[in-house]
């Protein structure tokens, strides 16, 4: 068992894996290793003390140099849901599970809000993941919504799978040209369910297919782990960044705005040391 | 009259300054040009994200480049009083004033006094920051003074790391059973250095060490800002840095530990922003 779970490979998980790192903590960190595709995208970044006008990309290649200096590695999985155990916690990555005393999360911000029955049908026509339920839609008709390009290659994946494809891209620059993908623009306003059919409804029309993949890069904290306290979106925590949950601390932007580098590194710091105190306390 | 004065040129005012500036704010920093004389003492710091493995001196010209590319002033005063008149805020520095609607304070932490020659030897041998500078012992000797109970397990961790701990305990009711951990009861009079070796004085007795922790409180920034809450030394803020006075936000060391870099910027950010959002409720 670890002593702790850091979620997340943003500017909050990179923080908390550094200090965890620093001071001899057994930890695992999971997330994408390509870091927040939120980096990627920043043009220039002025304000983040000791990097004078970056770009995210530069910014990026800094964060990675520092992770290897280190030496702490990634597991670049996707978490399914968080699960407490009285005891300690168990992480769930689709069929693999890994259990630690204390969790950090550090999840980003969920930029799309859930449609009216997304959460509802979850687990139940709805999935979140592709390596997880892919397989389960195995010749079936599906529908992927997808919230950024960096899904593209798990809709592909699903396509592999599925013997037809709704791919709903809310982004541009969609690069998807497979035989059984057809590509619709649209947002997506509700789904549902009826006679063990899925419906996803659009502005001007309704499609139907067996499974539904929204695929985004936060997931709804409340619904990552179940009894976690959120408002308005955003994980509860004190200051020294402790949730409602004994042992959960939660860092950068799911805890709220600003969205700042600046205050995500502050809060992944400070979980990273609340963390140690929880642990000395343990004993 | 300013939008906001700045008091404090640590970490936490540098990033409060470089996110008000990219907000085109009308403020005021007041602090040494010099920087924090902690940015300086550091050794070695490796966990704030974004540069990795830096020196404090490193560190400090990454900053000080970074407020000429912003075109940022410091107004090198010392303060020595803040007041409130009702309306808005007074800032003294012997016998110049300054006014604004906000203050910003990022005041540091100022340890008790410091023993004779201890200041002098800051970087040098004398450490304040077990997490930040620990690792440079590791297989060595050394001292650790401690001000309260409430730093055993920093020393802890020291003593994980070390080969040998003189624990200079300055409370009673002390748990601090390893087997490399040697007690000794005593106030301490004197640091001084010779050929690579540091020396404490006691009262009857002189010990020889590789370094030296000095892991202390803080005194309470109230004496500087007449009706400031404080506790234990900190100042009281909430989550968006508010203290209990209006229009008073504070950030860095001056509101609590960790003592840590990405804390102190993480807080000065949501300070200036916080900053921005009480000036435009005031409209």
């Known amino acids: 068992m670890y002593e702790t779970?850091?979620?997340?490979?943003?500017?909050?998980?990179?923080?908390?894996?550094?200090?965890?790192k620093q001071l001899n903590k057994d930890f695992l960190w999971i997330g994408t290793k390509n870091l927040s595709y939120k980096i990627n995208s920043a043009e220039k970044i002025r304000n983040y003390p000791g990097l004078s006008n970056v770009s995210g990309k530069e910014m990026k290649?800094?964060?990675?140099?520092?992770?290897?200096?280190?030496?702490?590695?990634?597991?670049?999985?996707q978490v399914t849901g968080v699960y407490d155990l009285?005891?300690?916690?168990a992480v769930l990555c689709g069929q693999d599970t890994y259990e630690a005393k204390t969790i950090i999360l550090a999840l980003g911000v969920e930029s799309i809000k859930p449609v009216e029955g997304e959460i509802e049908l979850l687990g139940?026509?709805?999935?979140?993941?592709?390596?997880?339920?892919?397989?389960?839609?195995?010749?079936?008709?599906i529908?992927?919504?997808?919230?950024s390009k960096e899904f593209e290659h798990e809709a592909k994946y699903l396509a592999s799978l599925a013997n037809k494809v709704v791919y709903i891209p809310l982004y541009k620059d969609i690069d998807m040209d497979l035989a059984n993908v057809e590509i619709i623009k649209g947002m997506p306003k509700k789904i549902s369910k009826e006679n063990k059919k899925m419906y996803l409804e659009l502005k001007d029309s309704k499609l139907e297919a067996d499974g539904i993949f929204m695929?985004?890069?936060?997931?709804?904290?409340?619904?990552?782990?179940?009894?976690?306290?959120?408002?308005?979106?955003?994980?509860?925590?004190?200051?020294?960044?402790?949730?409602?949950?004994?042992g959960v601390f939660a860092a950068g932007d799911c805890t709220g705005r600003p969205y700042q580098y600046a205050k995500a590194v502050g809060e992944g710091n400070v979980a990273a040391h609340s963390v140690v105190n929880y642990l000395n306390n343990l004993k």
């Open 61 to 77: 290649e800094m964060f990675i140099k520092q992770i290897n200096d280190m030496d702490i590695e990634i597991l670049d999985k």
């Open 86 to 89: 009285s005891t300690h916690y």
């Open 5 to 20: 779970i850091i979620i997340g490979t943003g500017a909050a998980g990179i923080s908390a894996a550094l200090t965890l």
């Open 124 to 141: 139940q026509g709805v999935s979140y993941c592709a390596t997880c339920d892919g397989f389960l839609y195995r010749g079936k008709d």
């Open 215 to 246: 695929l985004k890069a936060a997931i709804s904290p409340a619904v990552l782990v179940p009894g976690l306290e959120a408002a308005e979106g955003h994980i509860v925590v004190d200051r020294q960044m402790k949730t409602n949950l004994n």
């Open 143 to 147: 529908i992927v919504v997808s919230s």
